[in-house]
């Protein structure tokens, strides 16, 4: 059997790719190596930025592997350091993770895919939360949707499980944009490009804000930045990096991030 995750690294990104065919759903096996990878993107300081994409142009990722779960794949099994897909729950991961979405992305694909920071789809994908026809429910769509996009909107999705096109997603705001299947990947190396050129630091200072905050009250949360009392906060307001943003202004050229 071949991997069903292949890497593909350049410079500070990564590209994680999902093969699992025909359909790259994920199994207790594969959640467990998408884990392992992602883990280790986390901890290595020469990445900043990394892709999540799966192979062929028909499924992005449909879910959980039904046929495994039939042959005796415990749906509440191991699936790893990461939960399921490797990001779902992965602890303390403050670097921005890309999703390059093709083809059908539905259940606990697009749960993964919501687990990302950016989602980018090509022009063909389609999305739904079919959970509700199978007598389960969507738990981390049910948990994230509501909070990123109108809150009848995110029930008719999962009330219902109906499908939506790209276009409808991207105009409820859960993708970043739309792009034609033979673009799609470039696109997202752009975008990765971008991101890995700019401050990591403060990347990881907004990432994990906006996760601290989340059930945090508005004055809680400013003053836990102010008082310098979460990690990258403070580790950002003491570094090199720091300094040199602002020297950079004065000097009136281009910063150059070094991380520390």
């Known amino acids: 059997m071949t991997n069903p995750i292949t890497t593909r690294r350049e410079g500070a990104i990564l590209e994680v790719t999902l093969n699992r065919p025909p359909a790259n759903a994920i199994d207790l096996a594969t959640s467990r190596i998408m884990g392992e ?10 990445l900043r930025v990394a892709i999540l994409t799966a192979a062929g142009e028909k ?12 042959a005796g794949d415990a749906v509440d099994g191991d699936y790893g350091v990461g939960g399921f897909g ?9 670097k921005p993770v890309i999703a390059a979405v093709n083809g ?16 980018l789809a090509s022009d063909n994908a389609t999305f739904a939360l079919p959970e509700i026809r199978s007598g389960t429910v969507a738990d981390a769509a049910s948990i994230k949707l509501p909070k990123r996009i109108p809150y009848h909107v995110a029930m008719d999705l999962l009330l219902t499980g109906r499908w939506f096109d790209a276009e409808e997603a991207l105009r409820w705001g859960i993708l970043r944009e739309v792009t034609t299947p033979e673009d799609l990947l470039a696109k997202a190396w752009d975008l990765a490009r971008l991101l890995a050129s700019g401050p990591p630091l ?17 004055q809680d949360a400013l003053n836990r930045v102010t008082r310098r009392q979460m ?4 580790r950002l307001y003491s570094s090199e990096d720091q300094l040199e943003g602002a020297r950079a202004f004065a000097e009136k050229r281009p910063p150059v991030w070094k991380g520390r």
Request: charged share 25%; net charge negative; glycine share 8%.
């Open 37 to 46: 990878v992602f883990a280790g993107f986390r901890d290595d300081p020469e």
């Open 59 to 70: 499924f992005f990722c449909p879910g959980w592997d039904l046929k495994a779960a039939a």
């Open 86 to 94: 490797g990001l779902q729950e992965l602890p303390n991961l403050n």
């Open 104 to 119: 059908i992305c539905c259940g606990g694909g697009l749960e993964l895919a919501l687990s990302c920071d950016l989602i």
């Open 202 to 218: 403060v990347y990881a200072a907004i990432k994990e804000v906006v996760r601290e905050a989340e059930n945090m009250r508005f």
């Open 231 to 234: 990690p990258t906060v403070d």
